[in-house]
């Protein structure tokens, strides 16, 4: 018998003694007693009523899980695994294609509403920018604005313009305005010759030009 075991069975006899020879010890004893059946007692109960099924229910519910995907692995025929693997691919490739075109939205977005800005507009039409060909500015007797009206996501709003060039800056200024997209195409042309005055080197036409500003309408 070791040490430690005679150690331990000398202090039971000591506590022995004690709680057999003084009735204060023995109350204590008695209390300690009872608590520590008390907590066997409620670690017992709640390990069988509460603690054990769970643990059990939690067991079942695992194996039919494991079990339904065990089977419904197993339902999938072997030669369907490369088509769903394409289909796969397929939707990845649609949802990239997807995301590159509301890129390509964003971006002609933001380029028709520089483009729908009535400043550049103005400026164009009246030959503003050093980049225009001729000055018609000088030569320009009438503006009018036409009924705007809609169409595919853009508001369109026809502009009449009037006036006396020679023909060769009328046909230059033609020609910038129809290369330039903040114009709009001309949808309507008038000339008439004029006679040529004494003085006057080159004949004049009087033109009437319809044309449009077409304006990126918000939230297309």
């Known amino acids: 018998m070791s040490l ?5 069975g000398k202090k039971i006899k000591q506590w022995y003694f004690i709680a057999k020879n003084d009735p204060a ?7 300690m007693l009872l608590g520590i059946i008390a ?4 670690y017992y109960g709640a390990n069988t009523l509460i603690i054990a099924p769970k643990n059990k229910a939690l067991g079942i519910k695992q194996a039919q899980l494991a079990e339904v995907m ?9 030669g369907l695994a490369p088509a769903i693997e394409q289909l796969t691919r397929q939707k990845q490739d649609l949802n990239d294609r997807i995301a590159t075109l509301k890129v390509k939205k964003r971006f002609l977005q933001e380029e028709w509403r520089l483009i729908s800005d009535p400043d550049r507009f103005t400026n164009i039409i009246f030959t503003s920018f050093p980049t225009a060909p001729v000055n018609i500015k000088k030569n320009l007797k009438q503006m009018s604005l036409a009924k ?3 169409r595919d996501g ?3 709003q026809p502009v009449n313009l009037a006036g006396i060039a020679s023909f060769k800056d009328f046909l230059a200024y033609l020609q910038y305005l129809e290369s330039r997209p903040e114009a709009g195409p001309v949808d309507e042309l008038k000339l008439e010759n004029l006679p040529i005055t ?3 080197t080159r004949a004049k036409i009087r033109f009437n030009v319809l044309l449009s500003r ?3 309408q918000e939230g297309t």
Do not use: H, S, W, Y
């Open 25 to 31: 010890a023995a109350a204590q004893v008695r209390v």
């Open 154 to 156: 853009f508001a369109i």
């Open 214 to 216: 077409i304006k990126f």
């Open 198 to 200: 004494p003085g006057e």
């Open 39 to 42: 907590c066997f007692t409620i």
């Open 70 to 78: 065990a089977n419904a692995t197993a339902l999938v025929p072997a």
């Open 4 to 8: 430690a075991n005679l150690d331990m």
């Open 148 to 150: 705007e009206r809609t």
